[in-house]
């Protein structure tokens, strides 16, 4: 049976959190995902064929200098370590949007990539869902921000039935 996002209810998300659960301010850190170069050519040349993305040699002529990770690409990666590490990932309805999203360093082959967030805002949506917002910052090994977004979910509601 398929639910319309009217009849979810907390009983319907695999999570135990619901949106009266969460509060701003509240920020976790997680990751150590290492980018490899096969990765990068991979994901490039099915998604992103730019030369940048997909051939050592010719991107070494580009402003990068070298192998880079597509934008794209560095969102995904932030959603996987979302997906596997977050204490809120299995309670959330899916993603709402992302806002203010910018891409600060290049992603080079061998960097390791770690992500904080915190939980900056959040509002009733309607009778069963709330928006959660959070700043969501990916950094490279050193330390360096790589990306920086907003990105807001939706969680269902204790009260929903």
Not at 37 to 48: A, C, H, L, N, V
Not at 82 to 103: C, K, P, V
Not at 146 to 152: H, S
Request: glycine share 8%.
């Amino acid at each position: 049976m398929t639910l319309t996002m009217e009849e979810y209810s907390i009983d319907s998300v695999p999570g135990d959190v619901c949106f009266e659960d969460v509060s701003a301010g509240e920020s976790q850190e997680y990751g150590d995902y290492t980018v490899e170069r096969d990765e990068i050519i991979s994901f490039g040349k099915q998604y992103t064929p730019h030369p940048t993305h997909t051939d050592e040699k010719a991107a070494k002529d580009f402003v990068y200098g070298g192998l880079i990770a597509s934008g794209i690409q560095t969102i995904a990666i932030a959603s996987r370590l979302i997906a596997e590490h977050d204490e809120y990932a299995l309670s959330t309805l899916g993603g709402w949007g992302i806002d203010e999203l910018r891409w600060e360093q290049p992603v080079r082959p061998g960097d390791t990539l770690s992500l904080h967030r915190e939980i900056i805002e959040k509002q009733p949506w309607n009778d069963n869902r709330g928006l959660v917002s959070m700043e969501v910052i990916v950094s490279n090994q050193n330390n360096e921000e790589v990306m920086d977004m907003k990105l807001t979910l939706m969680f269902i509601m204790e009260n929903s039935s």
